[in-house]
């Protein structure tokens, strides 16, 4: 059974940092490509971060560049997303992905699985 756990949500200032995991099973997390997706209030799901199986080559969406890193650590089956420098504006439910193929190929790339996803809610 896939299974994909994301945990490390919560309340953070402005400013602050946060960093999510995301514990894999069920499918070979090792040769996929993984990715974080995002969904506020209101609003539609958006992506945020991908990373190859290797974690060789990453993507992100302009909104976090510079301030969010997407890693991975095979040996765990466990994707990341640390967060740096937050905004009201990341208040959302974070979701994990899991890719069909071992790269992200681009915005057309559908994630095969995903997680339930964790509320990060960014407030003072």
């Known amino acids: 059974q896939v299974q994909l756990v994301e945990s490390g949500g919560g309340l953070v200032q402005p400013g602050g940092s946060v960093r999510l995991s995301c514990a894999a099973a069920?499918?070979?997390?090792?040769?996929?490509?993984m990715g974080w997706y995002r969904q506020a209030l209101g609003k539609e799901r958006e992506f945020v971060a991908a990373c190859s199986w290797s974690a060789g080559t990453t993507d992100y969406a302009d909104s976090v560049k510079g301030r969010f890193t997407i890693s991975r650590d095979n040996a765990k089956n466990t994707v990341y997303l640390q967060m740096n420098s937050l905004k009201p504006e990341d208040t959302a439910v974070y979701y994990c992905a899991a890719y069909p193929g071992t790269i992200y190929t681009g915005i057309y790339d559908s994630p095969r699985y995903w997680g339930q996803g964790t509320q990060v809610t960014v407030s003072s």
């Open positions: 069920g499918f070979p997390f090792s040769t996929k490509a």
